[in-house]
Nanobody, 122 residues
């Protein structure tokens, strides 16, 4: 099971760090992705990191603002979000898949955690 935490409300320009912890399953064998879905919009991948942390993915919309990392010893993945914008407001989900393609753009990961809400006010 995946559990995301760290969401909340912040003003534009602020920062938040999301965490994703896993129980009953080691994350070290999985590629991890962060997806988000805003009301009335399709879900989108915002960051991904491969199983050993050596490869990352970001869409242009968040590049240079979001940073994904992982600590396999702690079985946790992080998403540092800086310079947040109102359009970043969404429910953010932690996901996992053994396929890299599934956790990046257009993918459909096998495992999803419960989301955490991020609200950015202008």
């Amino acid at each position: 099971q995946l559990q995301a935490s760290g969401g909340g409300s912040v003003q534009a320009g602020g920062s938040l760090r999301l965490s994703c912890a896993a129980s009953r399953r080691a994350l070290s064998g999985y590629n991890m992705g962060w997806f988000r879905q805003a009301p009335g919009k399709e879900r989108e991948s915002v960051a991904a990191i491969n199983w050993d942390g050596g490869r990352t993915y970001y869409p242009e919309s968040v590049k240079a603002r979001f940073i994904v990392s992982r600590d396999n010893a702690k079985n946790t993945v992080y998403l540092q979000m800086n310079n947040l914008k109102p359009e970043d407001t969404a429910v953010y989900y932690c996901t996992a898949d053994q396929s890299w393609a599934m956790v990046t753009y257009g993918g459909s990961p096998a495992y999803w955690g419960k989301g955490t809400l991020v609200t950015v006010s202008s």
